[in-house]
């Protein structure tokens, strides 16, 4: 039987985890319990620093979540972010503000960019948006203010010096708050969106919102002449039940044809994407919205909800997109949290990264779903390629990819797999085909599929492992089949108290198609995967503790019962972005 004090320790890291994994983001940490984790150990092997990211967005310390108002701007791309400068757990946020000509090598601005410091934000400036009032205009910054009574209300902000490419200082506007939380639960009223400006010349935006009945989650549309003076339209943009609160909504259109981005103001086909405060998935719908009516109307088919379509289906959230008015594409950013204990945040001094910025468009094979692909300034940081083409991988083997120097810990992949005549597919019944997610299907069916190990041991007892799986069987007397793109995490670290969930997508692919394409992201404690040309995405994280640095390793295996080829797989270490934080 354990001591009292170790028994009280694993109660303190199960609660830590629950916490991770079921905790809205707005949980506010107080003293006490900091002190006690502070106090406590954290159970990683590896030194903190070894989980530090090599080329993703972070700041130089602390507690980050939300991107807020990505946007360019004379020359310089813009990223602000919810921010917590005194630890490195949620609590009294700001917004911290980063610049950079290329999305990837970044300055850190000192000091808030907003700061919590008037009545109406006093508890928290709140995730919000950016608006350019016209093509090359001035940005305006709406954002979520939460006031001395807790209630959640709506605030702008302008720069104080509008010919300052870095927009270094921002100015709250006198008649803040500009929306009040009337007749609407005022603790569920939050995160306005870009706003477009239609043809009637009055600008619209959404916020939002749900209702506590049939768990009704709400896009509220305001509309307004002047930016200043909003008023509620009399109906949401559009409403699901049993959705629950709607965090972080986001409208945008689409084009059909190709994939350059289009400006928040253009009407069309377009995407609405809600971030579900319950589950703590983003998913989305391709719809089109309706300016005569002002409604949004999904396409049919369109499943609402934490089982409809995800921009990723691991940990992705909060995200934003902006368009990209100078290389004429749509950005999306996301928020990436931890997996590890808060000890370990407090030991480490920061929590949270950034996804790397993805170009997102409308997918050309189903025009009912996007895809993502990270965007192309990433590879000014690839160096020291190494490359194998046309190699035979027996059935049931594990290949190691030898070339890497410094080890396979911050590497960009890029695999193509060609399956033979051979059956690659497991065999399951009708009501796990029909019934079961990508995700379940994905943790039951752990030992086989194709694909690779990262950050992984040499002798595997640690390993993230990214793979593509078929399953088929029959429905209704015919032979259907499923891909899906798979993350296992079991044995990602041999540290205990760490979340090892495993994720799982379904991959649209063309009947009987025998090639697939992979490309994954590594970066210390972060993967990225992207299946088929970034139709199906997952992000997760890991924590090993002997596969860190030079002595993480890269396998690429095939656990079918049929051989298969290696067509192409090329692998670049990546150089170290360029983050310079101005002194605070």
């Known amino acids: 039987m354990a001591s009292g004090k170790s028994f009280s320790l694993l109660y303190l890291i199960f609660f830590v985890l629950l916490i991770r994994v079921l905790q809205a ?34 700041p130089v310390k602390h507690w980050m979540n939300d991107p807020n108002a990505p946007l360019f701007y004379k020359g310089y791309y813009h990223l602000f972010y919810q921010y917590n400068p005194k630890s490195a757990v949620w609590g009294l946020i700001m917004w911290g503000h980063a610049v950079s ?25 709140w995730s919000g948006s950016a608006t350019l009032l016209h093509k090359g205009g001035t940005p305006v910054i709406l954002y979520t203010g939460c006031n001395n009574a807790s209630e959640q209300v709506q605030a702008m902000a302008v720069p104080k010096n509008p010919s300052d490419p870095l927009l270094r200082e921002w100015k709250k506007i006198p008649q803040n708050p500009i929306m009040l939380p009337t007749g609407i639960n005022a603790s569920s009223f939050r995160d306005p969106t870009t706003a477009w400006l239609g043809s009637d010349q009055r600008w619209r935006l959404l916020v939002g919102s749900k209702r506590d009945k049939n768990k009704v989650g709400m896009a509220l549309l305001y509309r307004s002449k002047d930016f200043v003076r909003w008023v509620k339209a009399k109906r949401p943009l559009h409403s699901a039940r049993r959705t629950g609160m709607w965090e972080c909504p986001d409208l945008y259109p689409v084009s059909l044809y190709g994939s350059h981005g289009l400006d928040t103001s253009t009407t069309g086909p377009s995407v609405l994407k809600n971030s ?29 909800g934490p089982n409809g379509l995800r921009y990723d289906y691991g940990k992705f959230y909060a995200s934003k997109t902006f368009f990209d008015d100078n290389k ?34 409308l997918d050309p094979l189903t025009r009912r779903s996007l895809v993502q692909w990270p965007v192309s300034e990433l590879e000014s940081l690839r160096e020291h390629n190494v490359r194998k083409d046309h190699v035979l991988l027996e059935r049931e083997s594990v290949m190691k990819v030898e070339g890497f120097n410094s080890g396979a810990a911050q590497v960009d992949v890029e695999v193509e797999f060609e399956l033979g005549a051979g059956d690659y597919a497991e065999t399951v019944v009708e009501e796990e085909l029909e019934g079961m997610t990508a995700q379940s299907l994905c943790s039951n069916n752990t030992s086989w599929g194709f694909g690779l190990m990262v950050l992984a041991s040499d002798d595997l007892k640690e390993r993230s492992t990214v793979s593509f799986k078929i399953f088929k069987g029959r429905v209704n007397g015919n032979v259907h089949t499923k891909v899906a793109l798979c993350v296992d995490q079991s044995r990602s670290t041999l540290q205990l108290d760490v979340d090892k969930t495993s994720y799982g997508g379904f991959v649209s692919v063309q009947p009987h198609q025998r090639s697939f394409s992979l490309r994954v992201l590594v970066d210390h404690s972060i993967v990225e995967s992207f299946a088929e040309g970034g139709r199906t995405c997952i ?30 797989l090329s692998a670049w270490h990546m150089k170290t972005a ?5 002194s605070q």
């Open 539 to 568: 992000t997760s994280r890991s924590y090993p503790t002997v596969a860190v640095n030079e002595n993480a390793h890269l396998f690429v295996f095939n656990y079918n019962k049929s051989p298969l080829v290696v067509r192409r």
């Open 276 to 304: 579900l405060d319950d589950t703590k998935v983003d998913y989305y719908t391709v719809g089109h919205y309706l300016p005569q009516l002002d409604k949004y109307v999904p396409d049919n088919g369109s499943v609402e």
């Open 101 to 125: 000509r290329d999305l990837i090598n970044w300055v850190h601005m000192a000091g808030a960019a907003i700061y919590p410091d008037e009545w109406y934000d006093v508890n928290g400036a």
């Open 328 to 361: 004429s594409r749509r950005i999306l950013w996301g928020w990436i949290n931890e997996s590890d204990s808060v000890a370990d945040d407090l030991n480490k001094g920061w929590a949270s990264l950034q996804a790397i910025p993805r170009v997102v468009g």
């Open 578 to 582: 360029i983050q310079v934080y101005e």
């Open 25 to 58: 983001s707005h949980h506010e940490w107080d003293e006490a319990s900091l002190s006690v984790l502070r106090a406590s150990k954290s159970s990683s092997l590896a030194p903190p620093e070894a989980y530090r990211t090599a080329y993703h967005f972070q």
